[in-house]
């Protein structure tokens, strides 16, 4: 089966920094668009951030520009976000993603943004 | 950016009820719409691609219908584990965007 496996959450105070992994167990990974999705608690999906096969092209929400870094290194079928300058209103479960039209989901990471 | 309108936001229907969930967008999507369940305390899973394309091991009683800006999720027959919160997003353009999400309660 394929599976997504997703680490790194935890707690971390505003304006600290974060870095979440996916590990992917696909040996085409390379060749799917990845992303991230997260969901405040109790609240809906918000897309976050997309990254292509190659690396060569990113989209971030607005709400994360210039603060996240979506990267990958296919090498290791893995995908990554680099949380930085983080917000009360980063806080949610963070969900790796695979393929453009979102076909496999992780299970999830818990991000708490608290002092 | 696409804004994506879901209605109702709620909803509680009976076992072998019909149930349409219907997604709006502010601009034409052509058929890269989306459909997702989601149970409490996990992972979405997707139900529907390409506006009508069924998920391979989703029952068939899911379908979707639409294109354009306005898009249907439809479930012929309510069974107990169709309860959960079920979101659209749309695939066209970046940035990706979901519905707010509908709620189905089986009463």
């Known amino acids: 089966d394929v599976q997504l496996v997703e680490s790194g959450g935890g707690l971390v105070q505003p304006g600290g920094s974060l870095r979440l992994s996916c590990a992917d167990s696909?040996?085409?990974?390379?060749?799917?668009?990845m992303s991230w999705v997260r969901q405040p608690p109790g609240k809906g999906l918000e897309w976050v951030a997309s990254?292509?096969?190659?690396?060569?092209?990113?989209y971030y929400v607005d709400s994360v520009k210039g603060r996240f870094t979506i990267s990958r290194d296919n090498a290791k079928k893995s995908v990554y976000l680099q949380m930085s300058s983080v917000r009360d209103e980063d806080t949610g479960v963070y969900f790796c993603?695979?393929?453009?039209?979102?076909?496999?989901w992780g299970q999830g990471t818990l991000v708490i943004v608290s002092s | 950016d696409v804004q994506l309108t879901q209605s109702p936001s709620a909803m509680s229907a009976s076992v072998g009820d019909r149930v349409s969930i219907t997604c709006r967008a502010s601009q034409d999507i052509s058929i890269y719409l989306a459909w997702f369940q989601q149970r409490p305390g996990k992972a979405p899973q997707r139900l529907i691609y390409?506006?009508?394309t069924l998920q391979g091991g989703v029952p068939s009683r899911f379908s979707g219908s639409g294109s354009g800006t306005e898009f249907t999720l439809t479930i012929s027959s309510l069974q107990p584990e169709d309860f959960g919160t079920y979101y659209c997003q749309q695939q066209s353009t970046y940035p990706l965007t979901f519905g707010g999400g509908t709620k189905v309660e089986i009463k």
């Open positions: 696909d040996f085409t990974f390379s060749t799917y668009w």
């Open positions: 390409t506006a009508s």
């Open positions: 990254i292509k096969g190659d690396g060569g092209e990113n």
């Open positions: 993603v695979r393929g453009r039209s979102s076909s496999i």
